[in-house]
């Protein structure tokens, strides 16, 4: 899918709507009020030496209108009914599923995928006006043998192309309890579907059943798709998960958000903290593919400046978003500019900080060390892994003993309480809690 | 001597009896096994005659019953079947000879005078005669063979025969009268006619007598009977 | 019955059965073989309509990628990395100027992480760019013509199979867009067919799309195969997938020809057993109740004959003792008994030799061996024939040198002599004359009984001797004979371990016969 296509898809037909709207004298809704914000973690620094700081371009949209009208949905449900599932984790997803349904209203699309060796397109993607016969087929599900994961998630997203539409929220939910073993199976392979499915505009939100899923397959396949990654530990909590996506699907107030940084002269971009982003020479480019009302989405991004003179203001870099106003289902755009002033005085760039962004940095930097520890811990090196967990621990102490934040203190208390777990046999529990944690960590803060 | 015979056809059983008779044995006659077996223990005979093929029991389980009393008494069997004979001729039943159908007279004869050979040469026997040879005339008589010699040629004799000429010679000169000689030779006290006797007279006198019309060894005494010279 | 003729028949039974079999055998084999030849052409057509979607998928795509490198305009960096992060597709596109070197992504300019990937894995294809040019000459186009300006070109590094779609433009530059191999495969499985969960016909089958190494991306079909089973019908397919494949599995039992046909052979193959089966059942029984009624006229005879003897005896036995009786009585009822005695004694002749007849048949004419005098058996036999002979004015003559009794059966050579002298009766009475000369030498007995009568015929001196054989009707006409008496006398004969043989001589018939004397321990030489 190009985007291209879809920008001039969708302009003609909101001009339209927009102009109709306007000589009808109808109810149009009020655009969404979207900000684009540029924080730096000092903006003020010490002169005379090469300095690291942070970055945060984030994008916060709300709307009050769109908040009550839920956007319409176009969700594939991806169901695993390989032998594994079979009895009582079954029947919950199944319930689970019914409840997802009913949930539905007429103008939501919904298809249901279900997978074993085989892939069966059980419902066909459809306006969701025959709820009955949508529950009938999903409570005639039986398990099977194997698991075609890539398959039900390829045929899951065929499903949803069918009704593609930046006006809707596009999404795949996967629910597996087991691993993939037909067709690519690998993290990366999955990784690899996930990123190129964000780029038409579905995202997937996977969400692993008890404790046998294979948790790298299923959150890299999430994330590269800017979908949830879920951990159900028990079949009963499938209705409240599904719960949630629902109402995360419900209150998105933007799509399509392209971000776009460049940093001005002489500043060196590092690296994208928490999430994948190409750094093409002095640009950063970013996609958002669903904003949601009063949550901020954005990145953190490393940057080293060159020593410069104090009462120097130097501009860090300029940002460019452009979105799909799902209020006005207007294309839209945004800029934003910010800089950075150098000073001798130690306290001045102390009292400058910005303790959200320093502890959103050091919480992403956190958690990538987190996952360096896992690594470690998959590879067997128990004590390396602890080694790495205390040390970030420690890491995240030292730069919590200025930022006091409530948010370090309990990633650090995790950390440690990790590297203590390293060996025991909670450890599958544990990693999965962690990479969820971890992820989720990557996107969203708690503002 | 006394002979069982075992047949169960009543002509052939009849027959017999009479050829035996006629030779001078005391004949018991039996229809069946059972009554040979029967008679066999009575009467004690000196040699059996055995059909084989007879209702109840046949002749072989006889033949095997009499064995099992006396080893040694002669057994002959009359068979229409010659092939069962091999078997029987061998050492398993112990039998002496065998006579088959169809057979005449002369065979009947011949093969009891050969079954009698042997009898008389066995002591217990019971024929009341004396076996050492003696002579009538230029005849020379064998008992023990029932046979009678001039010069080289060879006479057979019957028992009866025999027992004749037995009484002639220790009578020699004598005149007997007809019903010595029967009580002599057939065994019975009364002679129905002289019919009988004469007849065995003069075939006897056919076989021994040079001159059969001439008799040298048995004369007639007319009135009387007949008489010996010596 | 008889071992080899019962072989004889279970082969008859048998052979062409097996014969049959192997026939049926082999037309099921090869009914087989063309069944599943039909079976794998019509799995390849299935599996040529799927290609064919596939087909016509990467023809959808082609176009649409030439249509995105038209609209590229200018070939700088931005507007190509703005291709590669918004196309689901498109991972990265890449420009070669006329000469092969890489003008785009700017290898002097800063690059993405993702640039800096893809030139290292596709660094040996971009630097032998002889290697590059030949297989984008090779990789032909899905479209059926193949372009020399465009197409697909794939190699082997990395994480599998890299996919690349290139095209030249009017400037002799190649502009190339790496595909998401992964992207791609999910798009194909969107386009192909998903598997019902009902109850569906096993015989469907299963395809599967399988890649270089034969792992299994993506398979339909409600049948689920088994370990490790081949598939019944595979088809390549086109660039850029070329190294992989789609195949068609289906239940071993959707490629056996249809039971029908099987029936069929094996009812046929039943029936004709059965049908030989019946047939040797037929021809076992039908030669047993031959041989039984055989055995059972043989046994008849048997029996008839003993039968006769009883009575026989008794005619024979009360004739003689009247015979006796009578001796001084008159001449005409002794004659008459001598009738009565003589014909019942023929009579037991012909008995006998009926029954010994019918014994050699059986193999079962024994002899009953003992110690005799064959003298006295000739002349008890010249006795028995006298007054017939007389009557018929033949004169007996007799030379006897035979009396050293030896070991011999002497009612066989009672039965012997009674044939030869019957014949003699019968056949040679014009010749007046019966002669009968008995020697005893070399351990032989040799009895010759001669005539002359008209003699036996030149060509007849052995077929007189088979059974049921009769000299020329001329010569026997009118008289009686069963034909059995020679055969017989032989018979007994050469059971003896001697012989009956016919001498030639000039006028009249001259038998010999040869009884050997047995060598016992006291037995005197003669």
Not at chain 3, 49 to 68: P, S, V
Not at chain 3, 146 to 173: C, E, H, M, P, V
């Given at each position: 899918?190009?985007?291209?296509?879809?920008?001039?898809?969708?302009?003609?037909?909101?001009?339209?709507?927009?102009?109709?709207?306007?000589?009808?004298?109808?109810?149009?809704?009020?655009?969404?009020?979207?900000?684009?914000?540029?924080?730096?973690?000092?903006?003020?620094?010490?002169?005379?030496?090469?300095?690291?700081?942070?970055?945060?371009?984030?994008?916060?949209?709300?709307?009050?209108?769109?908040?009550?009208?839920?956007?319409?949905?176009?969700v594939s449900l991806v169901l695993d009914h390989s032998?594994s599932m079979?009895?009582?984790k079954?029947?919950r997803a199944?319930?689970a599923a019914?409840?997802f349904?009913?949930?539905?209203?007429?103008?939501?699309?919904?298809s249901v995928v279900i997978y074993?060796?085989?892939v069966?397109?059980?419902?066909?993607?459809?306006?969701?006006?025959?709820?009955?016969?949508?529950?009938?087929?999903?409570?005639?599900?039986?398990?099977?043998?194997?698991t075609a994961l890539f398959a039900g998630v390829s045929k899951g997203a065929?499903e949803t192309?069918?009704?593609?539409?930046?006006?809707?929220v596009n999404r795949v939910v996967l629910l597996s309890d087991g691993l993939a073993n037909?067709g690519p199976s690998t993290p990366e392979d999955l990784a690899a579907l996930g990123e190129s499915l964000i780029?038409?505009?579905i995202s997937v939100t996977t969400i692993g059943l008890g404790l046998d899923y294979n948790e790298d397959l299923m959150y890299r396949l999430a994330a590269a798709s800017d979908g949830n990654p879920v951990f159900a530990q028990s079949a009963?909590d499938l209705?409240g998960i599904f719960d949630r996506e629902l109402?995360s699907v419900?209150?998105?107030?933007?799509?399509?958000?392209?971000?776009?940084?460049?940093?001005?002269?002489?500043?060196?971009?590092?690296?994208?903290?928490?999430r994948r982003?190409?750094?093409?020479?002095?640009?950063?480019?970013?996609?958002?593919n669903q904003?949601?009302?009063?949550?901020?989405?954005?990145?953190?991004?490393?940057?080293?400046?060159?020593?410069?003179?104090?009462?120097?203001?130097?501009?860090?870099?300029?940002?460019?978003?452009?979105?799909?106003?799902?209020?006005?289902?207007?294309?839209?755009?945004?800029?934003?500019?910010?800089?950075?002033?150098?000073?001798?005085?130690?306290?001045?760039?102390?009292?400058?900080?910005?303790?959200?962004?320093?502890?959103?940095?050091?919480?992403?930097?956190?958690?990538?060390?987190?996952?360096?520890?896992?690594?470690?811990?998959?590879?067997?090196?128990?004590?390396?892994?602890?080694?790495?967990?205390?040390?970030?621990?420690?890491?995240?102490?030292?730069?919590?003993?200025?930022?006091?934040?409530?948010?370090?203190?309990?990633?650090?208390?995790?950390?440690?309480?990790?590297?203590?777990?390293?060996?025991?046999?909670?450890?599958?529990?544990?990693r999965k809690l962690q990479q969820a944690v971890t992820q989720i960590e990557v996107y969203r803060?708690?503002? | 001597?006394?002979?069982?015979?075992?047949?169960?056809?009543?002509?052939?059983?009849?027959?017999?009896?009479?050829?035996?008779?006629?030779?001078?044995?005391?004949?018991?006659?039996?229809?069946?096994?059972?009554?040979?077996?029967?008679?066999?223990?009575?009467?004690?005979?000196?040699?059996?005659?055995?059909?084989?093929?007879?209702?109840?029991?046949?002749?072989?389980?006889?033949?095997?019953?009499?064995?099992?009393?006396?080893?040694?008494?002669?057994?002959?069997?009359?068979?229409?079947?010659?092939?069962?004979?091999?078997?029987?001729?061998?050492?398993?039943?112990?039998?002496?000879?065998?006579?088959?159908?169809?057979?005449?007279?002369?065979?009947?004869?011949?093969?009891?005078?050969?079954?009698?050979?042997?009898?008389?040469?066995?002591?217990?026997?019971?024929?009341?005669?004396?076996?050492?040879?003696?002579?009538?005339?230029?005849?020379?008589?064998?008992?023990?063979?029932?046979?009678?010699?001039?010069?080289?040629?060879?006479?057979?004799?019957?028992?009866?025969?025999?027992?004749?000429?037995?009484?002639?010679?220790?009578?020699?000169?004598?005149?007997?009268?007809?019903?010595?000689?029967?009580?002599?030779?057939?065994?019975?006290?009364?002679?129905?006619?002289?019919?009988?006797?004469?007849?065995?007279?003069?075939?006897?006198?056919?076989?021994?007598?040079?001159?059969?019309?001439?008799?040298?060894?048995?004369?007639?005494?007319?009135?009387?009977?007949?008489?010996?010279?010596? | 019955?008889?071992?080899?003729?019962?072989?004889?028949?279970?082969?008859?039974?048998?052979?062409?059965?097996?014969?049959?079999?192997?026939?049926?055998?082999?037309?099921?084999?090869?009914?087989?073989?063309?069944?599943?030849?039909?079976?794998?052409?019509?799995?390849?057509?299935?599996?040529?309509?799927?290609?064919?979607?596939?087909?016509?998928?990467?023809?959808?795509?082609?176009?649409?990628?030439?249509?995105?490198?038209?609209?590229?305009?200018?070939?700088?960096?931005?507007?190509?990395?703005?291709?590669?992060?918004?196309?689901?597709?498109?991972?990265?596109?890449?420009?070669?100027?006329?000469?092969?070197?890489?003008?785009?992504?700017?290898?002097?300019?800063?690059?993405?992480?993702?640039?800096?990937?893809?030139?290292?894995?596709?660094?040996?294809?971009?630097?032998?760019?002889?290697?590059?040019?030949?297989?984008?000459?090779?990789?032909?186009?899905?479209?059926?013509?193949?372009?020399?300006?465009?197409?697909?070109?794939?190699?082997?590094?990395?994480?599998?199979?890299?996919?690349?779609?290139?095209?030249?433009?009017?400037?002799?530059?190649?502009?190339?867009?790496?595909?998401?191999?992964v992207?791609?495969?999910a798009?194909?499985?969107?386009?192909?067919?998903?598997?019902?969960?009902?109850?569906?016909?096993?015989?469907?089958?299963?395809?599967?799309?399988?890649?270089?190494?034969?792992?299994?991306?993506?398979?339909?079909?409600?049948?689920?195969?088994?370990?490790?089973?081949?598939?019944?019908?595979?088809?390549?397919?086109?660039?850029?997938?070329?190294?992989?494949?789609?195949?068609?599995?289906?239940?071993?039992?959707?490629?056996?020809?249809?039971?029908?046909?099987?029936?069929?052979?094996?009812?046929?193959?039943?029936?004709?057993?059965?049908?030989?089966?019946?047939?040797?059942?037929?021809?076992?029984?039908?030669?047993?109740?031959?041989?039984?009624?055989?055995?059972?006229?043989?046994?008849?005879?048997?029996?008839?004959?003993?039968?006769?003897?009883?009575?026989?005896?008794?005619?024979?036995?009360?004739?003689?003792?009247?015979?006796?009786?009578?001796?001084?009585?008159?001449?005409?009822?002794?004659?008459?008994?001598?009738?009565?005695?003589?014909?019942?004694?023929?009579?037991?002749?012909?008995?006998?030799?009926?029954?010994?007849?019918?014994?050699?048949?059986?193999?079962?004419?024994?002899?009953?061996?003992?110690?005799?005098?064959?003298?006295?058996?000739?002349?008890?036999?010249?006795?028995?024939?006298?007054?017939?002979?007389?009557?018929?004015?033949?004169?007996?003559?007799?030379?006897?040198?035979?009396?050293?009794?030896?070991?011999?059966?002497?009612?066989?050579?009672?039965?012997?002599?009674?044939?030869?002298?019957?014949?003699?009766?019968?056949?040679?009475?014009?010749?007046?004359?019966?002669?009968?000369?008995?020697?005893?030498?070399?351990?032989?007995?040799?009895?010759?009984?001669?005539?002359?009568?008209?003699?036996?015929?030149?060509?007849?001196?052995?077929?007189?001797?088979?059974?049921?054989?009769?000299?020329?009707?001329?010569?026997?006409?009118?008289?009686?004979?069963?034909?059995?008496?020679?055969?017989?006398?032989?018979?007994?004969?050469?059971?003896?371990?001697?012989?009956?043989?016919?001498?030639?001589?000039?006028?009249?018939?001259?038998?010999?016969?040869?009884?050997?004397?047995?060598?016992?321990?006291?037995?005197?030489?003669?």
């Open positions: 899918m190009n985007l291209n296509r879809l920008h001039k898809a969708s302009a003609a037909p909101a001009v339209l709507i927009g102009l109709a709207l306007f000589l009808g004298g109808g109810t149009a809704m009020a655009k969404v009020d979207m900000n684009l914000t540029m924080r730096l973690s000092t903006p003020k620094m010490l002169a005379g030496q090469k300095q690291t700081a942070y970055l945060r371009v984030g994008l916060i949209g709300r709307s009050e209108e769109l908040k009550k009208r839920r956007a319409p949905v176009n032998g079979s009895g009582a079954l029947e199944k319930e019914l409840m349904v009913e949930r539905l209203r007429g103008d939501d699309i919904v074993d060796t085989t069966e397109v059980l419902v066909p993607a459809t306006k969701v006006s025959d709820k009955e016969d949508i529950r009938l087929r999903i409570s005639r599900i039986r398990s099977g043998n194997r065929a192309r069918k009704f593609l539409s930046p006006q809707r037909v780029r038409e505009g009963g209705a109402l419900t209150d998105v107030v933007a799509s399509q958000a392209d971000l776009e940084v460049t940093v001005a002269e002489g500043v060196r971009p590092v690296r994208v903290l928490g982003a190409d750094i093409e020479g002095r640009q950063v480019k970013v996609r958002f904003i949601y009302h009063d949550w901020e989405n954005y990145i953190l991004l490393e940057v080293e400046l060159p020593p410069s003179k104090a009462g120097q203001v130097r501009p860090v870099a300029t940002a460019a978003a452009s979105f799909l106003d799902l209020a006005t289902e207007t294309r839209r755009t945004l800029r934003n500019e910010i800089s950075a002033a150098f000073t001798d005085s130690e306290s001045a760039v102390e009292k400058s900080r910005d303790a959200d962004v320093m502890v959103a940095a050091v919480a992403l930097i956190a958690a990538e060390n987190n996952q360096e520890a896992v690594k470690l811990r998959d590879l067997g090196k128990i004590d390396e892994a602890t080694r790495a967990l205390l040390a970030n621990a420690d890491f995240v102490a030292r730069h919590n003993q200025e930022l006091q934040s409530q948010h370090l203190t309990e990633i650090e208390s995790r950390n440690r309480n990790d590297a203590t777990n390293q060996a025991g046999e909670r450890w599958a529990a544990q803060v708690q503002q | 001597m006394k002979v069982l015979i075992a047949e169960d056809d009543r002509h052939t059983l009849e027959g017999l009896a009479e050829i035996l008779a006629r030779e001078g044995y005391e004949t018991v006659a039996a229809r069946n096994g059972k009554e040979a077996l029967a008679l066999f223990h009575l009467q004690s005979p000196d040699f059996v005659c055995l059909d084989i093929m007879m209702p109840g029991a046949s002749g072989y389980d006889v033949c095997r019953e009499i064995r099992r009393r006396d080893p040694s008494v002669p057994i002959m069997f009359i068979s229409a079947k010659s092939e069962e004979i091999d078997k029987v001729l061998g050492l398993e039943l112990g039998a002496d000879d065998f006579i088959t159908k169809p057979f005449g007279v002369k065979e009947v004869v011949a093969r009891i005078r050969a079954v009698t050979r042997r009898c008389l040469a066995q002591p217990k026997a019971r024929h009341h005669l004396q076996l050492t040879p003696f002579r009538l005339a230029d005849l020379e008589v064998i008992p023990s063979e029932l046979r009678a010699r001039r010069g080289g040629q060879c006479i057979e004799l019957s028992l009866r025969d025999v027992k004749i000429l037995d009484l002639f010679h220790r009578s020699k000169g004598k005149a007997l009268d007809r019903h010595t000689i029967f009580s002599h030779a057939w065994g019975g006290d009364h002679l129905p006619n002289s019919r009988t006797l004469d007849q065995h007279i003069s075939q006897l006198r056919k076989r021994i007598e040079v001159d059969p019309k001439n008799p040298r060894i048995i004369s007639t005494v007319h009135g009387v009977g007949y008489r010996c010279e010596g | 019955m008889k071992r080899p003729l019962a072989m004889a028949l279970a082969l008859v039974a048998l052979l062409p059965l097996a014969g049959l079999g192997w026939m049926g055998a082999r037309l099921a084999a090869s009914e087989q073989q063309r069944f599943q030849q039909r079976v794998q052409a019509l799995l390849e057509t299935r599996l040529n309509d799927t290609k064919g979607r596939i087909q016509e998928f990467l023809q959808a795509h082609e176009r649409q990628f030439q249509r995105q490198i038209q609209d590229l305009g200018a070939l700088d960096a931005p507007t190509l990395r703005d291709l590669a992060r918004n196309d689901a597709l498109i991972r990265q596109v890449f420009v070669l100027d006329p000469q092969g070197r890489v003008l785009q992504p700017p290898l002097d300019g800063p690059l993405t992480a993702a640039e800096t990937d893809f030139l290292s894995r596709a660094r040996d294809i971009l630097a032998g760019k002889d290697l590059l040019y030949q297989g984008m000459r090779e990789g032909a186009s899905s479209d059926s013509q193949a372009r020399d300006d465009s197409g697909w070109f794939t190699w082997y590094g990395g994480r599998g199979l890299n996919i690349i779609y290139w095209q030249r433009n009017a400037s002799g530059q190649t502009i190339g867009l790496e595909v998401d191999r992207r791609l495969l798009e194909v499985i969107g386009i192909l067919p998903d598997t019902s969960g009902e109850a569906a016909d096993a015989s469907q089958g299963r395809i599967r799309l399988q890649d270089e190494r034969g792992t299994t991306l993506y398979q339909w079909g409600p049948y689920e195969p088994e370990e490790g089973q081949a598939p019944a019908a595979a088809l390549a397919l086109p660039q850029p997938f070329s190294s992989w494949k789609i195949a068609c599995l289906v239940p071993a039992s959707a490629l056996q020809a249809g039971p029908s046909l099987r029936i069929q052979l094996a009812a046929g193959l039943v029936a004709a057993g059965c049908a030989l089966i019946a047939l040797v059942i037929y021809l076992a029984r039908e030669y047993s109740r031959e041989m039984r009624e055989a055995g059972q006229r043989l046994s008849f005879v048997n029996q008839v004959s003993h039968e006769l003897k009883t009575p026989l005896t008794n005619i024979r036995m009360y004739a003689e003792l009247l015979e006796d009786s009578l001796q001084d009585e008159g001449e005409e009822q002794r004659r008459k008994l001598g009738v009565i005695v003589s014909e019942s004694r023929r009579l037991s002749r012909l008995i006998e030799n009926v029954l010994a007849f019918s014994k050699d048949r059986q193999k079962r004419l024994t002899l009953r061996r003992r110690q005799a005098c064959a003298d006295d058996v000739i002349r008890s036999a010249i006795e028995q024939f006298r007054p017939g002979m007389e009557a018929k004015g033949i004169e007996i003559q007799f030379d006897g040198e035979a009396a050293l009794p030896f070991e011999f059966d002497p009612d066989s050579l009672e039965q012997i002599l009674g044939n030869l002298f019957s014949n003699v009766e019968k056949y040679a009475g014009a010749g007046k004359l019966l002669r009968v000369d008995s020697r005893q030498q070399d351990g032989w007995t040799t009895i010759r009984v001669s005539d002359r009568g008209p003699g036996i015929p030149r060509g007849q001196t052995e077929k007189v001797f088979s059974p049921f054989h009769r000299l020329s009707d001329r010569l026997t006409e009118g008289v009686a004979g069963t034909g059995i008496g020679l055969t017989i006398a032989r018979s007994l004969a050469r059971l003896h371990g001697g012989d009956l043989t016919l001498l030639p001589a000039e006028q009249g018939a001259s038998f010999e016969l040869r009884l050997p004397i047995p060598r016992t321990e006291d037995s005197a030489a003669p």
